[in-house]
């Protein structure tokens, strides 16, 4: 199974995805969770301890390891530098564990290059590559809303792009404007869910306005979700509710992929 989960800041994607990654790994699975999104914190919403969390560095930020790999040093745009630089030894060498699930930070992709051809784009791209289609592990990408981290010659191995909104006409809109991306890396599978739902009408709300998704299920609000979070726990560690609506939304998507 290889899920990349998008969705606007602040809906609640990197929840969803630090549940789901808990709970494939409490079935036995071996799992990998990826956090492509400078603004995520998918250490926390997995549980990572503050000790395992000070082991975890962004590779992005690696400039020695970049420049080792691709033969280019740091911000030299416009030299020349290998485009297949060696990454399958860094999930092992470069990811932390906690509880059955290896965590792996990307980081940012430095503005200053143009966000396109640069050595770290080039190295991350051929990791998250490498991870998706040679890797046995289920894998779980945290996305940002602009897909920074995924490339065409990868993406025919995500099992589905799962778009997280919550019951609000901006969250929806990117919604649509992330399909959107998707459709140009010929993503198969988009799918919603939704969060942060109160009642049956923002559950309508969400699948009336976005009817052209697959809907896979929804996220109540839950103040035991901001509980965990000023905590630095997880919410899987704390609250049954949302492992439920979680495991839910999981057996939906396994039926549909």
């Known amino acids: 199974m290889k899920i990349a989960i998008s969705g606007k800041g602040g809906v609640g994607k990197t929840t969803l995805a630090g549940v789901m990654a808990r709970i494939l790994a409490s079935r036995g699975r071996k799992v990998l969770a990826i956090d492509a999104d400078p603004d995520s914190n998918l250490a926390s919403a997995i549980g990572l301890p503050k000790e395992a ?73 051929n990791l998250v590559r490498h991870l998706l289609v040679q890797r046995e592990e289920a894998l779980i990408i945290d996305m940002e809303a602009g897909l920074e981290h995924l490339g ?4 025919g191995y995500v099992d589905a792009l799962i778009i997280v909104v919550e019951p609000g006409q901006r969250a929806m809109n990117t919604a649509r404007q992330i399909k959107k991306l998707g459709e140009d890396l010929k993503i198969k599978n988009t799918m919603i869910v939704g969060n942060k739902v109160n009642s049956d009408e923002d559950k309508r709300l969400i699948e009336e306005q976005l009817s052209d998704f697959p809907v896979l299920g929804h996220m109540s609000f839950n103040p035991k979700v901001l509980q965990a979070d000023r905590e630095g726990k997880s919410p899987y560690d704390i609250d049954e509710k949302i492992k439920e609506e979680v495991e839910t939304i999981l057996k939906e998507l396994e039926k549909r992929i």
């Open 53 to 125: 969390l000070a082991k975890l560095s962004p590779i992005a930020s690696m400039t020695s390891m970049i420049e080792e790999r691709t033969g280019a040093k740091k911000g030299s745009y416009g030299t020349m530098f290998k485009l297949n630089p060696k990454v399958d030894d860094l999930p092992d060498d470069m990811g932390v564990s906690y509880q059955g699930v290896k965590l792996l930070l990307l980081g940012c992709i430095p503005q200053g290059g143009g966000g396109c051809f640069c050595p770290e784009n080039v190295l991350l791209k």
């Open 152 to 155: 065409r010659g990868s993406t």
